[in-house]
């Protein structure tokens, strides 16, 4: 096979929700010297965000979605441990989740999933995460980036006391901090003090990946 018919067959399948054949294409996609990077990105991510799209405007549902990311996962447990490391310096880490109150995780994975693509080590606390145990991981786990999301605007409170445990542990300068979710805006990631907002899953972990070379190494120690 083709570079391009694995790469696109990578997104067919998470599209159809195949899991098997999402895992028998990424073996291929490694077996075929494919940059397993890309295989990611372009093959399992991009079926993904296709998934998004059309859950938005409802020509998908909640069960499709499930499949879609089961695919998707299926296919990333394969690639995920030959993704390459710049310079092979620590992995970065990500704690993210839910806020409390919030019981949605489909937005949450397709960050989670991003993030792990450009090379974060990703910590999931799950959906409805108590307020104060974002900023228990975070020490715990030396975290650098902390990204929480929503989809209810009822749980939108919460997401400004987490960033102000993170205040008053005095850690705030330590990790950089993003929201996310239908009704966030970069306007309101501001107003409650966390570094940004954006709008999908790919742009969060492109501003991710830049953002922690902004943060001095030994801060944790």
């Given at each position: 096979?083709?570079?391009?018919?694995?790469?696109?067959?990578?997104?067919?399948?998470?599209?159809?929700?195949?899991?098997d054949?999402?895992?028998?294409?990424?073996?291929?996609?490694?077996?075929?010297?494919?940059?397993?990077?890309k295989?990611?990105?372009?093959?399992?991510?991009?079926?993904?965000?296709?998934?998004?799209?059309?859950?938005?405007?409802?020509?998908?549902?909640?069960?499709?979605?499930?499949?879609?990311?089961?695919?998707?996962?299926?296919?990333?447990d394969?690639?995920?441990?030959?993704?390459?490391?710049?310079?092979?310096?620590?992995?970065?880490?990500l704690?993210?989740?839910?806020?409390?109150?919030?019981?949605?995780?489909?937005?949450?994975?397709?960050?989670?999933?991003?993030?792990?693509?450009?090379?974060?080590?990703?910590?999931?606390?799950?959906?409805?995460?108590?307020?104060?145990?974002?900023?228990?991981?975070?020490?715990?786990?030396?975290?650098?980036?902390?990204?929480?999301?929503?989809?209810?605007?009822?749980?939108?409170?919460?997401?400004?006391?987490?960033?102000?445990?993170?205040?008053?542990?005095?850690?705030?300068?330590?990790?950089?901090?993003?929201?996310?979710?239908?009704?966030?805006?970069?306007?309101?990631?501001?107003?409650i003090?966390?570094?940004?907002?954006?709008?999908?899953?790919?742009?969060?972990?492109?501003?991710?990946k830049?953002?922690?070379?902004?943060?001095?190494?030994?801060?944790?120690?």
């Amino acid at each position: 096979m083709e570079e391009s018919e694995i790469i696109s067959g990578l997104t067919n399948a998470v599209v159809n929700g195949k899991k098997d054949q999402a895992v028998e294409l990424a073996q291929q996609a490694l077996t075929a010297g494919i940059d397993p990077y890309k295989a990611v990105i372009d093959g399992l991510a991009k079926g993904m965000e296709i998934m998004g799209q059309k859950y938005d405007c409802k020509q998908a549902f909640m069960p499709h979605l499930l499949m879609a990311s089961n695919a998707m996962y299926g296919g990333m447990d394969v690639l995920t441990p030959h993704l390459k490391l710049e310079g092979g310096a620590r992995r970065a880490v990500l704690v993210i989740g839910s806020a409390e109150g919030d019981v949605h995780d489909i937005g949450k994975n397709l960050v989670k999933t991003m993030m792990s693509a450009v090379g974060f080590e990703a910590v999931d606390l799950g959906k409805d995460v108590p307020i104060g145990k974002f900023a228990e991981a975070a020490i715990e786990h030396k975290a650098d980036v902390i990204s929480v999301s929503t989809l209810m605007t009822s749980t939108m409170d919460n997401m400004e006391k987490i960033v102000k445990s993170f205040t008053e542990k005095g850690i705030r300068n330590k990790v950089k901090i993003i929201v996310g979710g239908a009704p966030i805006t970069p306007d309101y990631a501001a107003d409650i003090g966390a570094d940004t907002s954006k709008p999908d899953a790919m742009e969060a972990a492109k501003w991710a990946k830049e953002i922690v070379k902004d943060l001095p190494d030994n801060r944790w120690n």
